[in-house]
């Protein structure tokens, strides 16, 4: 019987082993010169031959193109492991972009996955995880349609049971993630520092994203798009983001610690970008979505925007403090540009519920707008228990300014230009409420507090300036 035992536990230590794959025993030399992923990508194949299993990448800095995921595989990035993208040659780089021919109606990156560093298509039960660094300092921030070129770092299409968790990621191309089509999908503790977009979460459905640190400086943090790049409508539904930080610091010092501010505008010539955001793709729409316990920090504000003809409705946000907000704090904008097949209806966007928000040193050219087009109302939208500190400046004759409809442009607070109310500008609107709002202004505005055009059932419940209740805060255009 004891040796029956002793021969039971030597099979099962080994049948143990063997579900961990070292990525140095299939050749990864771990230099930062030698191009290891073909070496990863052969201890993935073996490990799916096996049924799954963990591959195991331990420290060194390890130069690669894509890296294919399959299913039932983690990939453990161990302390002091680099994955770093390797810059193209002439004769070896990327997976090929695949053709798709949806591309028009969203940027190019949206439309295709293959050209990334990892990489995954109709796919399930994969994790990606460790205390080590992704970093994509060979791929491109721009939407390059170059053989061998790479722009994205971890890319998921139709996949199922996703787990990304504690890496840290820098300077990872257009996309930190681009996740479209994925069903449960969980982005947890990880440090993104990065020279464009940090998680774009595109037709996804029960998506939990927690306790991240997003550094995006020329682009957004964290958004969640609904695109038609998949070739049919799929809403963006059933999201939670909880206790993140997103910001606009100089790429790279926040990882280092550094906390930099050298770097004053976007590519765009904006403020620095480094938000949460709703849309811009919108051909599908966006429900049941909560944030919650948000910090942003020197970046642009909140942006929830349907433009492209999706619905979005049943969105709550709680609890955020924003800190140096370079446009618009609150940004609501339901749009008709349409960039969907053609003969979609405009979308709506209602049922909206945003409270508990404190507002410092936000730029006051486009103070805060709510604004659908003719015909189509945002609807159902309120805010409660908001503290705004805003720069001010502005004056009574910016007060007088109408503003552009801009229907079909793309959605920026400065697409209106120069907002004539100090506080909400509100226009094609039902049902929209403020109740417990207090604004302060660190230079007089005489623009009026809120300005009304085409608006529906709007009421302000105790809203106070620089401490002082505001009877009457409402001026119709």
Not at 96 to 118: C, M, R, T, V
Not at 208 to 221: E, G, Q
Request: hydrophobic residues 35%.
């Amino acid at each position: 019987m004891r040796q029956l035992f002793l021969l039971i536990a030597l099979l099962y230590g080994i049948s143990l082993k063997a579900e961990t794959y070292n990525i140095k025993d299939f050749g990864a030399k771990g230099d930062g010169v030698t191009v290891d992923s073909p070496a990863i990508n052969s201890a993935i194949e073996e490990a799916t031959q096996n049924g799954g299993g963990t591959i195991y990448i331990p420290a060194g800095t390890y130069a690669c193109y894509s890296i294919r995921l399959k299913s039932n595989i983690t990939i453990q990035i161990e302390s002091g492991a680099t994955v770093l993208a390797a810059f193209p040659s002439e004769k070896e780089g990327y997976d090929i972009a695949e053709p798709n021919p949806d591309n028009p109606y969203q940027d190019f990156g949206h439309s295709h996955w293959k050209n990334s560093l990892f990489w995954a298509v109709n796919e399930h039960d994969i994790t990606i995880c460790g205390n080590g660094l992704i970093y994509g300092e060979g791929l491109t921030r721009e939407e390059s349609r170059l053989h061998g070129v790479g722009n994205k770092a971890l890319s998921f299409k139709e996949c199922h049971n996703i787990t990304v968790k504690d890496v840290a990621m820098l300077n990872c191309g257009h996309f930190a993630i681009l996740a479209t089509g994925v069903d449960n999908l969980h982005v947890l503790n990880l440090k993104v520092d990065t020279n464009r977009d940090g998680f774009d979460i595109d037709c996804c459905k029960n998506v939990r994203i927690s306790d991240c640190s997003v550094n995006c400086p020329w682009d957004d943090a964290i958004v969640l798009k609904s695109s038609y790049a998949l070739g049919y409508f799929k809403d963006t539904e059933n999201v939670t983001v909880n206790g993140c930080f997103v910001s606009g610091y100089d790429k790279g010092s926040v990882l280092t610690a550094k906390w930099e501010t050298d770097e004053a505008v976007a590519p765009d010539h904006g403020s620095n970008t480094g938000r949460i955001k709703l849309g811009t793709e919108s051909s599908g729409g966006f429900k049941n979505i909560a944030i919650t316990n948000c910090i942003f920090e020197r970046s642009r504000g909140l942006a929830i925007e349907a433009v492209d003809g999706g619905w979005l409705e049943d969105v709550v946000v709680s609890n955020i403090t924003m800190r140096n907000v370079g446009n618009s704090p609150f940004f609501i904008r339901l749009g008709a540009r349409q960039r969907s097949p053609k003969g979609t209806p405009v979308g709506k966007l209602r049922r909206v519920q945003i409270s508990n928000v404190n507002v410092y040193n936000a730029d006051s050219q486009f103070s805060n707008i709510i604004s659908g087009v003719p015909g189509h109302k945002v609807e159902e939208v309120s805010f409660s228990n908001i503290n705004i500190h805003f720069k001010g400046g502005y004056t009574a004759e910016d007060g007088k300014i109408v503003p552009p409809e801009s229907e079909k442009t793309y959605p920026e607070p400065w697409m209106f230009g120069t907002i004539p109310a100090s506080g909400f500008y509100v226009r094609h609107a039902e049902n929209i409420f403020f109740e417990n709002i207090r604004f302060y202004f660190e230079q007089k505005d005489a623009r009026p507090l809120f300005v009304l055009d085409d608006v529906e059932n709007c009421d302000a419940n105790r809203v106070r300036v620089d401490g002082k209740l505001v009877e009457k805060p409402f001026e119709t255009h």
